[in-house]
């Protein structure tokens, strides 16, 4: 299929019955108690904001963490054993997760990870940097950092611009080039961040 027969992108609403508002929650199923909160209490530093049964399962327990903007990550635990190793994801599954981070932090980030023993991965996605993990339940976790400070009301319309400017350009995937020159085209005045050097285009968790 071409891109012309592609449906649009654009950071427009559509005409649909209705429209969401935001991300209110992400819920997994998680192992035990103990290594969900070493790895997102302890090491990404996530607050647990909330711990109750599962009230679908009793006997289950849900832990709530705050992802760090008031958004939640819920777990679903038990007395389960973690995984260590990677997760076959099939439809319908979920194939990672991602989290923000602080631009000005990744080099730390990148730190505490090589502390704790956890091996990651880092590439320059084009539009961002992202530092690929896994958690205790062996799912993919996705930390990444933005290459622009552009406000949060306006990211729709940059990546958008930076997709028209990308297919014009007979190029793969949003490069950095094109992300610059959306900015540049919507008239923003934002600071670039200054991110390590990384692997560029496709690749993911070893």
Not at 19 to 24: A, K, L, M, P, W
Not at 93 to 117: I, K, N, Q, T, W
Request: contains cysteine; aromatic residues 8%; glycine residues 10%.
């Amino acid at each position: 299929m071409s891109d012309t027969d592609d449906p649009e992108v654009t950071a427009e609403l559509p005409d649909a019955p209705f429209h969401t508002t935001g991300t209110d929650h992400v819920t997994i199923w998680g192992s035990n108690e103990a290594d969900t909160l070493a790895f997102y209490r302890d090491l990404l530093g996530m607050p647990l904001v909330l711990r109750q049964p599962n009230l679908d399962d009793p006997s289950q327990t849900h832990l709530f963490f705050d992802t760090g903007d008031g958004r939640i990550l819920t777990v679903f635990v038990g007395d389960r054993a973690s995984n260590q190793g990677g997760q076959r994801t099939q439809t319908g599954g979920v194939h990672h997760l991602c989290f923000s981070l602080d631009p000005e932090r990744y080099e730390d980030v990148m730190d505490a990870l090589d502390e704790a023993g956890k091996r990651y991965n880092v590439f320059d996605r084009g539009i961002f940097h992202s530092l690929y993990t896994t958690d205790n339940n062996g799912l993919v976790i996705e930390l990444s950092a933005d290459k622009y400070d552009i406000p949060d009301d306006r990211r729709g319309e940059v990546l958008a611009t930076a997709q028209r400017l990308r297919v014009e350009d007979g190029a793969d995937y949003a490069k950095d080039e094109h992300l610059a020159a959306a900015i540049e085209e919507l008239g923003l005045d934002v600071e670039q961040y200054d991110l390590p050097e990384a692997e560029s285009g496709v690749g993911g968790v070893e």
